[in-house]
C-alpha cells in the first residue's frame, strides 16, 4: 500500500464515525483555543498596563540639584539661562523642569489629595498624555498665565459624572490642606496615566493627576524667577541613555563650575520590574490553559484505542490479505494525527475569535503571536504522535488468527 492509500483509509474510517471523531478532536480544539485565547489576553494585558509605564521612562533622565550637600546654596537651582545653554548645545532631544505640587480637592463631602504636575510645550513632548475630552494646552494657555487646568477622567468622573460635562466648569485646588483655594477652569481632561496599574493591584482610590501651565503657576503662587531643584530630559536615542547622562553631568559641571551639587538618575518608573511579573504571570495562566490540550490527548488515546478493540476483526482480515505491521501502525497513527490536527487548526481560528470577543468585555486589545499559533499547531500534531502511537502500535501487533477469532 502507498502511503496515499493509508491516508485515505484513515479519513474513511474517521468519517464512518463522524460524531466520536468530533468528540475526540473537541478536547483538542478546547485546549487549543485555551491557550491562545488566555495567552493574547495576557500579552494585551501586559501591553496595556506596561506601555504608559515604559513611554513615561524609557530613554529620559532627571536632573535633580542635591540640596542637602553642605555647599548648596539657592542661588544654585536651576533658572532657565541653565536651562537655554544646555538646550544650545544640541545633544539632548528635550530639556524640561519637572515641577509637582501636592494639592487638595473637594469631593462631595470629602477631600483628596491630588499631584499637580506643573507643565510647559516641552514637559509635554516628554510626558505625554492621552486627551479624552476637550483639548491640551495652547500656545496660549503657556503665554497668558489664565486659569485653566486639564484633569484626569477618574476625578471628572466623579465630579461631572462624565468627561465631557467636566468641560468649562470649575474646579477649586487647595494649597497643601488648608492652603488658598483656586479656582480653574477645566479645558481638558485625560486618562489618569496609572489606572490601569492601580486597577490591577486592587487599589480602590486611585492617584489623581492633573496639569496646569508653569506661566500659570508662577502667576498664582509668585513664582517667577525662582529656579528648579528638578529637570526632565529625553535622550535623542534611548539606547545612548548612560552616554548622554554622562554628557549631561559633564556640560553641567562646566557650566556651574561645580562638581558635587546636581545628580543625574535614570527616570525610573518601575516599568521593567512590574513588566517581568506580569511576564511570568501570563506564562503560568498559559501553561494552566494548555493542561487541556493534555487532557484532550489522553482523550485522543482512549478513543483510539477503544477503536483498536472495536476494529480487531478488520485488523485480521487486512493482515491475512497481506497488509504488514507498519501500515497497520501507519494508518492508525495517521488517524490520530488528523484528529489532532484538524482540532489544532479549528481551535487557533477559534481562538483568535474569542480572544477578540474576551477582549471586547474586558477591554483589552488581544496581542496574538504568530509563534505561539505555530507553535500551539505543532503541539496538537505532536500530541497525535505521541497519544497515537500507544493505540497504534497496539494495533499493528495484533496477531491476525485471534484477531480474526474475535466477535
Given at each position: 500500500m502507498t502511503y496515499l492509500d493509508i491516508l485515505k483509509g484513515a479519513v474513511k474510517s474517521l468519517r464512518g464515525n463522524k460524531i466520536r471523531s468530533f468528540l475526540?478532536?473537541?478536547?483538542?480544539?478546547?485546549?487549543?483555543?485555551?491557550?491562545?485565547?488566555?495567552s493574547a489576553i495576557g500579552r494585551g494585558g501586559q501591553r496595556s498596563i506596561t506601555g504608559n509605564l515604559k513611554d513615561g521612562g524609557y530613554g529620559k533622565f532627571t536632573v535633580s540639584v542635591d540640596k542637602s550637600d553642605v555647599d548648596f546654596r539657592w542661588k544654585n537651582t536651576i533658572d532657565n539661562s541653565l536651562i537655554k545653554m544646555l538646550e544650545?548645545?544640541?545633544?539632548?532631544?528635550?530639556i524640561s523642569p519637572e515641577i509637582t505640587s501636592r494639592m487638595t480637592i473637594k469631593i462631595g463631602n470629602r477631600r483628596e489629595f491630588v499631584t499637580?504636575?506643573?507643565?510647559?510645550?516641552?514637559?509635554?513632548?516628554?510626558q505625554p498624555v492621552k486627551i479624552i475630552a476637550g483639548?491640551?494646552?495652547?500656545?496660549?494657555?503657556?503665554?497668558s498665565g489664565e486659569k485653566n487646568i486639564v484633569i484626569d477622567n477618574i476625578t471628572a468622573k466623579q465630579i461631572f459624572k462624565t468627561s465631557e460635562k467636566a468641560i468649562g466648569k470649575k474646579v477649586d485646588l487647595i494649597e497643601g490642606w488648608k492652603g488658598k483655594s483656586e479656582a480653574y477652569t477645566v479645558v481638558g481632561v485625560m486618562k489618569n496615566p496609572i489606572e490601569d496599574l492601580a486597577k490591577l493591584m486592587g487599589n480602590k482610590r486611585i492617584?489623581?493627576?492633573m496639569r496646569i501651565p508653569l506661566s500659570t503657576y508662577e502667576k498664582i503662587y509668585d513664582a517667577k524667577g525662582t529656579g528648579y531643584t528638578k529637570l526632565i530630559v529625553e535622550s535623542k536615542d534611548p539606547n545612548k541613555l548612560g552616554e548622554d547622562m554622562q554628557k549631561m553631568k559633564k556640560h553641567l559641571d562646566e557650566i556651574t563650575g561645580t562638581t558635587e551639587l546636581y545628580e543625574v538618575n535614570i527616570k525610573n518608573t518601575g516599568a521593567d520590574s512590574f513588566d517581568k511579573i506580569l511576564t511570568t504571570l501570563n506564562i503560568f495562566v498559559t501553561f494552566v490553559a494548555g493542561i487541556?490540550?493534555?487532557v484532550g490527548g489522553i482523550g485522543v488515546m482512549n478513543i483510539m484505542l477503544v477503536s483498536v478493540i472495536e476494529r480487531t476483526k478488520e485488523i485480521g482480515i487486512r493482515k491475512a490479505i497481506g497488509a504488514t505491521n507498519k501500515e497497520i501502525l501507519l494508518q492508525f497513527l495517521m488517524e490520530s494525527i488528523i484528529l489532532t490536527g484538524i482540532g489544532g487548526a479549528i481551535g487557533v481560528i477559534f481562538g483568535i475569535v474569542l480572544g477578540y470577543v474576551v477582549g471586547y468585555f474586558v477591554n483589552i486589545v488581544p496581542v496574538f503571536s504568530l509563534l505561539s499559533i505555530i507553535s500551539a499547531l505543532g503541539i496538537s500534531s505532536m500530541i497525535g504522535i505521541i497519544f497515537g502511537v500507544t493505540p497504534a502500535k497496539k494495533a499493528a501487533e495484533l496477531n491476525p488468527i485471534e484477531a480474526l477469532r474475535s466477535e
Amino acid at each position: 500500500m502507498t502511503y496515499l492509500d493509508i491516508l485515505k483509509g484513515a479519513v474513511k474510517s474517521l468519517r464512518g464515525n463522524k460524531i466520536r471523531s468530533f468528540l475526540t478532536m473537541l478536547g483538542i480544539i478546547i485546549g487549543i483555543s485555551s491557550v491562545i485565547t488566555m495567552s493574547a489576553i495576557g500579552r494585551g494585558g501586559q501591553r496595556s498596563i506596561t506601555g504608559n509605564l515604559k513611554d513615561g521612562g524609557y530613554g529620559k533622565f532627571t536632573v535633580s540639584v542635591d540640596k542637602s550637600d553642605v555647599d548648596f546654596r539657592w542661588k544654585n537651582t536651576i533658572d532657565n539661562s541653565l536651562i537655554k545653554m544646555l538646550e544650545e548645545t544640541d545633544e539632548f532631544k528635550e530639556i524640561s523642569p519637572e515641577i509637582t505640587s501636592r494639592m487638595t480637592i473637594k469631593i462631595g463631602n470629602r477631600r483628596e489629595f491630588v499631584t499637580l504636575e506643573i507643565t510647559n510645550p516641552s514637559f509635554e513632548r516628554i510626558q505625554p498624555v492621552k486627551i479624552i475630552a476637550g483639548r491640551g494646552f495652547v500656545p496660549f494657555d503657556y503665554e497668558s498665565g489664565e486659569k485653566n487646568i486639564v484633569i484626569d477622567n477618574i476625578t471628572a468622573k466623579q465630579i461631572f459624572k462624565t468627561s465631557e460635562k467636566a468641560i468649562g466648569k470649575k474646579v477649586d485646588l487647595i494649597e497643601g490642606w488648608k492652603g488658598k483655594s483656586e479656582a480653574y477652569t477645566v479645558v481638558g481632561v485625560m486618562k489618569n496615566p496609572i489606572e490601569d496599574l492601580a486597577k490591577l493591584m486592587g487599589n480602590k482610590r486611585i492617584p489623581r493627576y492633573m496639569r496646569i501651565p508653569l506661566s500659570t503657576y508662577e502667576k498664582i503662587y509668585d513664582a517667577k524667577g525662582t529656579g528648579y531643584t528638578k529637570l526632565i530630559v529625553e535622550s535623542k536615542d534611548p539606547n545612548k541613555l548612560g552616554e548622554d547622562m554622562q554628557k549631561m553631568k559633564k556640560h553641567l559641571d562646566e557650566i556651574t563650575g561645580t562638581t558635587e551639587l546636581y545628580e543625574v538618575n535614570i527616570k525610573n518608573t518601575g516599568a521593567d520590574s512590574f513588566d517581568k511579573i506580569l511576564t511570568t504571570l501570563n506564562i503560568f495562566v498559559t501553561f494552566v490553559a494548555g493542561i487541556s490540550l493534555f487532557v484532550g490527548g489522553i482523550g485522543v488515546m482512549n478513543i483510539m484505542l477503544v477503536s483498536v478493540i472495536e476494529r480487531t476483526k478488520e485488523i485480521g482480515i487486512r493482515k491475512a490479505i497481506g497488509a504488514t505491521n507498519k501500515e497497520i501502525l501507519l494508518q492508525f497513527l495517521m488517524e490520530s494525527i488528523i484528529l489532532t490536527g484538524i482540532g489544532g487548526a479549528i481551535g487557533v481560528i477559534f481562538g483568535i475569535v474569542l480572544g477578540y470577543v474576551v477582549g471586547y468585555f474586558v477591554n483589552i486589545v488581544p496581542v496574538f503571536s504568530l509563534l505561539s499559533i505555530i507553535s500551539a499547531l505543532g503541539i496538537s500534531s505532536m500530541i497525535g504522535i505521541i497519544f497515537g502511537v500507544t493505540p497504534a502500535k497496539k494495533a499493528a501487533e495484533l496477531n491476525p488468527i485471534e484477531a480474526l477469532r474475535s466477535e
